[in-house]
């Protein structure tokens, strides 16, 4: 058993130093990369079952999602114009209808098919790193993606509460403390915002700003708790706690840039590496030759990248052909819910084995056809407008 933990121990440490320098040379984002080499390090038998580690692994999720939370900007949706809006829930509805009818049709398991139409911003952010946060199919992605990631979270949350509750009384019941729930938070923001225009002194204190004895770190973990703790009294789904928990830093932290930079430095530096090398670790690389692992990996894959790449027609009059593709491409490399939706699934018995595979697996080929395709498109434009 000792020799076990520490054989864990020292592979968890080398590859959490590793990991952005495979992924540098790889090119790959390094979520992914930490996905690949703990399904590498568990085929060699490097790391096993263990309890501290599956949770410290749930921790380093729930982190990921207060992290997905505070990288929703409500000001900068509040500030789109309305006919981006209106483009951005035409977008949503076209990819929905799309994803979730092809799924059907194709007798999909509910919960793929569910997770073909979600969103997620948490690669927009890289992809603002590399290409400029000026674009202007980034800011148009941005647009639809936090309204989607909103959406995606809210239909996930529910689709918990049915699949957990037994009955009807039961699921009108875990509605309603649903609904309460998120009532109660509104209710929350408006009277400290009322509260802060009337007293602005205030808010200094209540929100402390960086100093020394990281009173803005502590309140942020705090917050972070005790939503988690609030969802599991409620018995409702702990990674909407920790979304709200995020989005509730976000907006009132928004001036604070460098307090979402310190946040993600302590997330991104330890818990969620660990989550994802240990999403890896449960991908059983035998299971490749499978008959329908990798074709209906492909498959799923296929579908997400049709249904917003033919949603993303929305955009063409307005930004052209390229930008269009482009907002398709980027909004279509939902890592983090995807691989959220397959663990909670798996874990809750709601998905079978090979679904779970599969998501995994369609989640790592959308990164390098989204990658690819992105570069792509943004290299022939580079050498296009080049004399």
Not at 175 to 195: K, M, P, S, W
Not at 223 to 248: D, P, S
């Amino acid at each position: 058993m000792i020799n076990t933990e520490i054989t864990l121990i020292l592979t968890l440490s080398l590859l959490l130093w590793i990991s952005p320098y495979v992924a540098k040379t790889l090119r790959l984002p390094v979520p992914a990369t930490e996905i690949m080499l703990g399904s590498i390090a568990a085929y060699y038998g490097f790391i096993g079952k263990n309890n501290a580690f599956d949770i410290i692994a749930e921790v380093g999720f729930l982190y990921l999602m207060f992290l997905a939370g505070m990288e929703v900007d409500l000001k900068q949706l509040r500030n789109s114009s309305k006919e981006t809006i209106r483009r951005a829930i035409l977008f949503l509805g076209i990819m929905t209808l799309f994803c979730i009818g092809t799924g059907i049709a194709l007798q999909m398991h509910t919960i793929v098919i569910l997770s073909m139409p979600l969103i997620s911003i948490g690669l927009l952010a890289s992809l603002s790193k590399t290409y400029g946060k000026d674009a202007v199919w980034l800011k148009t992605a941005f647009t639809v993606g936090i309204l989607g990631e909103i959406l995606s979270i809210a239909v996930l949350t529910i689709y918990d509460a049915a699949s957990s509750a037994e009955g009807s009384d039961a699921l009108i019941h875990k509605l309603l403390y649903l609904a309460f729930f998120v009532f109660t938070i509104f209710l929350l923001y408006r009277a400290l915002h009322l509260l802060f225009w009337w007293f602005p002194e205030l808010k200094p204190i209540l929100v402390p700003k960086f100093d020394t004895a990281d009173r803005d770190i502590r309140l942020s973990m705090a917050l972070f708790f005790i939503m988690v703790t609030v969802m599991l009294y409620l018995e409702l789904e702990l990674a909407l706690g920790a979304f709200i928990a995020g989005m509730a830093l976000s907006i009132f932290f928004r001036q604070e840039h460098n307090l979402e930079e310190r946040m993600s430095g302590m997330g991104f530096g330890l818990l969620i590496p660990i989550f994802f090398i240990h999403v890896g670790s449960s991908f059983d690389l035998n299971a490749l030759p499978i008959e329908g692992v990798v074709s209906g990996a492909l498959l799923i894959t296929v579908i997400m990248f049709a249904g917003r790449l033919l949603a993303a027609y929305v955009f063409q009059r307005s930004e052209g052909k390229r930008q269009a593709l482009l907002v398709g491409f980027s909004l279509s490399m939902p890592l983090t819910l995807l691989i959220a939706v397959a663990t909670i699934g798996y874990e809750t018995k709601l998905l079978d084995i090979l679904n779970y595979y599969r998501l995994i697996l369609a989640s790592m080929f959308e990164i390098l056809i989204g990658m690819s395709a992105i570069a792509f498109l943004n290299l022939r434009d580079r050498r296009r407008l080049s004399p």
